[in-house]
């Protein structure tokens, strides 16, 4: 299962990628994997505020529904167009194309306190 | 995961290797998906795909009395069957609901019935009770591994492997012979809407059977196929799931089953209720639904109209061959016509729905 080093990790298996005070969101490939074919993914508009530990968006895929919980708080600068015709990205590409959504965060730091790559291996071994 | 009581299949082993996703349906661990269900879901609207269905339950009912506990425990007519024939069917409590639906196969001296793997025990015990002299009743299910094989190139895949003359067994009938060396049941039938068989052996066979119908099927680009893509192609059929679209609860009438239900057969468990159903109309209905966003309407969800709760889901899913979300729920008899517009309350929102003709899917074959 693909972990990519460099990334910070939730518990709820969505990861997060920190330049500057922009945290770019998405979901790790251990859960696109457990979700299988996604089909739909209904994400915040820009300008939206998201909360730490809150819901913004879902994801339905063929099996079941699941909600997607932010890692920080902030206000959704950019959101990823590509996966309303295309929601198979999040399957295909978890750390790239399938991206989510992009958050100015205020706090930079509350990044540092998530999981690390080796602390998510942990999680999902 | 897979806890301790799970059982398994005789094709067990090849699911893992094969990269299976293994997940506990029925008390069985069983494949939901291999590469993606989408993807296998395609495979076999296009060519061919092999599904291991051995959870499934199989008895046999033999004896000088068969055909009559047959005729008064299920609700099609088992008199018009001829051997090597099957027949889609049900059984009904007394009230009208329904105990299990199954297919009841004709041999030249006993009957089989392949019922549904959540239902076994429950069948058995049910059945028992109302054998009589001259019935014998057995559970064979773990004496059978059961292979289906579906898709267009079915056929010639299949018959490279067995002397049977695949073209002579006609849709719901079967043949015993060979197939890859093995004793086997191969009947024309399945749960995908295409073109297929279903074959049952042994279960020290399955694995060797499992392996040449992969082999011989490796030009047309065979793929084994989970429960994920079974129920999907199901679904775009209108075929009815036990536990889903149809339980104790619902009737066949109102599940759109009137054509299993022989209401002129002669008495059968059920029938007075059925009639009786029948004379009065049913008051809802399990219609198709297809939905205008993307959101898929899951089992259990309110299907509205007018602001007012009128319906229920029973399944749901995208459509792979459609590429939208498709649906089944009951819904008060006099909005089941197509074009009726619905809404279902998927969680916080209204999803616009509306009443379509099924099966949603038919194969331009």
């Not at chain 1, 920080?72 to 990205?89: F, M, T």
């Not at chain 1, 100015?104 to 602390?119: H, Q, T, Y």
């Not at chain 2, 795909?49 to 009395?65: A, C, Q």
């Not at chain 2, 008199?79 to 409590?93: D, F, I, N, R, V």
Request: charged share 25%; aromatic share 8%.
């Amino acid at each position: 299962m693909n972990v990519p080093a460099e990334l910070k990790f939730t518990q709820e298996h969505e990861w997060v990628k920190l330049e500057g005070n922009v945290a770019t969101v998405g979901i790790t490939d251990y859960a696109q994997a457990e979700l299988s074919d996604v089909v739909f993914v209904e994400l915040p508009e820009v300008g939206d505020s998201v909360e730490n530990g809150e819901t913004f968006g879902t994801i339905e895929a063929v099996k079941a529904l699941s909600e997607l919980f932010s890692p920080i708080s902030g206000k959704v600068v950019a959101v990823n167009d590509q996966l309303a015709d295309s929601p198979e990205l999040v399957n295909s590409d978890p750390y790239g194309d399938g991206w989510m959504i992009k958050v100015e965060v205020g706090n930079p730091a509350s990044v540092d306190s998530l999981l690390s790559a080796d602390d998510y291996k942990n999680l999902i071994s | 995961m897979v806890d301790m009581d799970t059982k398994k299949t005789p094709l067990y082993e090849s699911h893992v290797a094969a990269g299976g996703k293994l997940v506990e349906f029925a008390g069985y661990s069983m494949p939901v998906q291999y590469r993606g269900i989408i993807d296998e879901h395609k495979k076999v609207r296009e060519a061919v795909g092999l599904f291991d269905v051995s959870h499934m339950g199989e008895f046999f009912v033999r004896g000088p009395k068969a055909l009559d506990f047959l005729q008064k425990v299920t609700i099609n007519d088992v008199s018009k069957l001829e051997a090597g024939q099957a027949q889609y069917s049900a059984m009904c409590y007394q009230n009208g609901g329904i105990i299990d639906d199954l297919i009841v196969y004709r041999f030249a001296d006993a009957y089989m019935l392949i019922v549904n793997a959540g239902n076994i025990a429950k069948n058995f015990d049910w059945l028992l009770q109302h054998v009589e002299d001259g019935v014998a009743l057995t559970d064979d299910s773990d004496d059978y591994a059961l292979m289906a094989l579906q898709g267009r190139h079915a056929e010639a895949v299949l018959q490279d492997l067995t002397k049977i003359q695949l073209s002579e067994v006609k849709f719901y009938r079967f043949a015993e012979g060979d197939v890859a060396g093995r004793k086997a049941i191969v009947s024309r039938t399945g749960y995908t809407g295409e073109d297929g068989f279903e074959i049952a052996v042994g279960p020290n066979d399955a694995e060797p059977v499992w392996q040449s119908l992969m082999a011989a099927g490796s030009s047309y680009g065979i793929e084994p196929i989970g429960l994920g893509a079974r129920d999907t192609l199901r679904l775009e059929m209108k075929y009815c799931l036990y536990g889903n679209d149809i339980d104790e609860t619902t009737n066949p009438l109102e599940a759109g089953l009137g054509w299993i239900t022989k209401l002129d057969k002669g008495d059968f468990i059920g029938a007075s209720v059925l009639r009786k159903v029948k004379e009065d109309k049913p008051k809802r209905k399990l219609v198709g639904l297809q939905l205008t966003d993307r959101n898929i309407a899951r089992h259990g969800y309110d299907i509205l109209h007018d602001g007012v709760r009128v319906g229920v889901i029973t399944s749901g899913s995208l459509s792979p061959s459609l590429g939208y979300p498709i649906a089944l729920g009951y819904v008060e008899a006099e909005l089941a016509v197509p074009d009726t517009e619905l809404i279902v309350q998927i969680r916080n929102r209204e999803a616009s729905a509306k009443v379509v003709k099924t099966p949603f899917y038919k194969k331009p074959y």
